[in-house]
C-alpha cells in the first residue's frame, strides 16, 4: 500500500512539473510566437466584426428576457413587501 501511494505520488509531482516547465517555456521562451498567434486570432475577430454591420449580428433575446423577467419580479416583490405590514 504504501509503495502504491509512493508512485502515485510522484506521478502526480512529475505531471507538475511538466505542467509548470512547459507554462514557464510558453511564457518566457515561445513569447513572440503566442503574442502573433493571438494578434492573429484578434485580427480575425475585427474584421469579421467590420464585415457584418451591428443590424446583421445575433442578438441576444434569453438576456434581454431574463432582465425584464427580473425587473418583473422584483417589482412584484416591492408591492407586496410595502403593502404588507410587519
Given at each position: 500500500?504504501?509503495?502504491a501511494l ?6 502526480l ?5 511538466i ?8 511564457r518566457?521562451?515561445f513569447?513572440?510566437?503566442?503574442i502573433?498567434y493571438?494578434?492573429?486570432i484578434?485580427?480575425?475577430?475585427r474584421?469579421?466584426l467590420?464585415r457584418y454591420?451591428r443590424h446583421?449580428?445575433?442578438t441576444?433575446y434569453a438576456t434581454?428576457s431574463?432582465i ?5 419580479r422584483?417589482?412584484?416583490?416591492m408591492?407586496?413587501s410595502v403593502?404588507?405590514?410587519?
Amino acid at each position: 500500500m504504501k509503495k502504491a501511494l509512493k508512485v502515485i505520488g510522484y506521478a502526480l509531482a512529475g505531471l507538475i512539473l511538466i505542467v509548470v516547465l512547459a507554462a514557464l517555456l510558453i511564457r518566457f521562451v515561445f513569447k513572440e510566437q503566442m503574442i502573433a498567434y493571438v494578434s492573429k486570432i484578434e485580427e480575425k475577430e475585427r474584421i469579421d466584426l467590420l464585415r457584418y454591420p451591428r443590424h446583421t449580428l445575433p442578438t441576444r433575446y434569453a438576456t434581454v428576457s431574463f432582465i425584464g423577467k427580473t425587473r418583473f419580479r422584483h417589482k412584484r416583490y416591492m408591492r407586496i413587501s410595502v403593502s404588507t405590514p410587519y
